[in-house]
T-cell receptor
């Protein structure tokens, strides 16, 4: 079992729709959860982080965390063609391993006009 | 732009050679982590430097080594390059002890090609 798994893509949604990206993790001691966006040929860009169970909203983005189910998701409302990118889920384990983020393989999202 | 810079942008080496990649952390950040991202994969943690010492290491052989300097900038050195070392090398910085202590911001990366 991979430490961090993301829903297989690619995911294609029409402009204006809600895109739903999912991620599961295996380490129950994981403390912090991050979503990064990566455009082709570029480096990952932080979108959101979440530490506590529940929802966290930032503009069109909502991160959802369920530690009991070891599940984190990202919803993108009113999807735009500029949202087309690879979305990476990253997890930090508990303890003092501040630096080590474990990433999923990424989900490619395409928003078509 | 995150304020994390890396050099060079691109690099081509041949198998067996050695390479040094450089990273300057974002202002106010005291920690640098290095990641390797192969094509189509998520980044893989190589190691982290904090207070000029290695503060955690991923599953990479000893020929991957690093340094952190007093100004918090960092180097990644790879000896005896192999074809599989071809990848995007990412540097990320964060501020241990800060308000979002483990939130990492990535530099633009160095694309290494080994022939």
């Amino acid at each position: 079992q991979k430490e961090v798994e993301q829903n297989s893509g690619p995911l294609s949604v029409p402009e204006g729709a809600i895109a739903s990206l999912n991620c599961t993790y295996s380490d129950r001691g994981s403390q912090s959860f991050f979503w990064y966006r990566q455009y082709s040929g570029k480096s990952p860009e932080l979108i959101m982080f979440i530490y506590s169970n529940g929802d966290k909203e930032d503009g069109r983005f909502t991160a959802q965390l369920n530690k009991a189910s070891q599940y984190v998701s990202l919803l993108i409302r009113d999807s735009q063609p500029s949202d087309s990118a690879t979305y990476l889920c990253a997890v930090r384990a508990g303890g003092t391993s501040y630096g080590k983020l474990t990433f999923g393989q990424g989900t490619i999202l395409t928003v078509h006009p | 732009e995150t304020g994390v810079t890396q050099s060079p942008t691109h690099l081509i080496k041949t198998r067996g050679q050695q390479v040094t990649l450089r990273c300057s952390s974002q202002s106010g950040h005291n920690t640098v982590s290095w990641y390797q991202q192969a094509l189509g994969q998520g980044p893989q943690f190589i190691f982290q430097y904090y207070r000029e010492e290695e503060n955690g290491r991923g599953n990479f052989p000893p020929r991957f080594s690093g340094l952190q300097f007093p100004n918090y900038s960092s180097e990644l050195n790879v000896n005896a390059l192999e074809l599989d070392d071809s990848a995007l090398y990412l540097c990320a910085s964060n501020q241990i002890g800060g308000p979002s202590t483990d939130t990492q911001y990535f530099g633009p990366g160095t694309r290494l090609t080994v022939l």
